[in-house]
C-alpha cells in the first residue's frame, strides 16, 4: 500500500505538520486519503486537469469578496488611482497574470520543470513561511529567464 508516491505524500505532511503549514498539511492530507480510498484512478486525471482553474477561480472568489460586500467601492478605486502605490499594484498584476500564462504553458510542456518547481515550492511554505501560489508564477519567470538566456546561447 505505501508506495513511492505515498511515501512521499506523507513526507509533505510531515513538513507541513513541522513548518506549521496548513495549507500543505491539507492538500498532502487529501490527497493521501484520495490513494486510500483508491479513488484516485478516478479524481487524479480532473484534478491534475481542473484544478489549476478551480484553485485559481477559488482564490478570484476570495479576492472579489471585499467588492462583493461592499467593503470596496467605486470611491475606493477612485481615490486608488491617485496612489503610486496603485499603479505599481495594477503593473505588479498584470505582469504576474502574464508570468502566469507562460507558466501554464511551460509546466505543460515540460514535466521536469514541474517538479522542480513544485519542490521549490514546498520548500518556501515549509520552511519560509511563504505562500503556495508560488508554482504559476515560478513557471512563468522560469519562461522568461530561459528566454533571455536562450538569447544569449543562440
Do not use: C, R
Not at 17 to 23: D, L, M, T, W, Y
Amino acid at each position: 500500500m505505501l508506495n513511492t508516491s505515498s511515501l512521499f505524500l506523507v513526507i509533505i505532511l510531515l513538513l507541513g505538520i513541522i513548518g506549521k503549514n496548513q495549507s500543505i498539511t491539507i492538500a498532502a492530507y487529501v490527497l493521501l486519503g484520495i490513494k486510500v480510498l483508491q479513488l484516485d484512478d478516478k479524481l487524479f486525471p480532473f484534478l491534475a486537469s481542473k484544478g489549476m482553474s478551480i484553485g485559481i477561480t477559488v482564490l478570484t472568489i476570495a479576492v472579489l469578496v471585499p467588492i462583493a460586500s461592499g467593503e470596496i467601492g467605486f470611491k475606493d478605486l477612485y481615490a486608488s488611482v491617485k496612489s503610486y502605490y496603485a499603479w505599481v499594484a495594477l503593473a505588479a498584476g498584470i505582469l504576474v497574470a502574464i508570468l502566469g500564462k507562460y507558466g501554464v504553458n511551460l509546466m505543460a510542456s515540460d514535466p521536469q520543470v514541474t517538479v522542480a518547481l513544485v519542490i521549490g515550492t514546498i520548500l518556501a511554505v515549509v520552511l519560509l513561511n511563504g505562500v503556495a501560489v508560488g508554482p504559476l508564477i515560478g513557471a512563468g519567470i522560469t519562461y522568461m529567464i530561459l528566454q533571455v538566456i536562450g538569447l544569449f546561447t543562440k
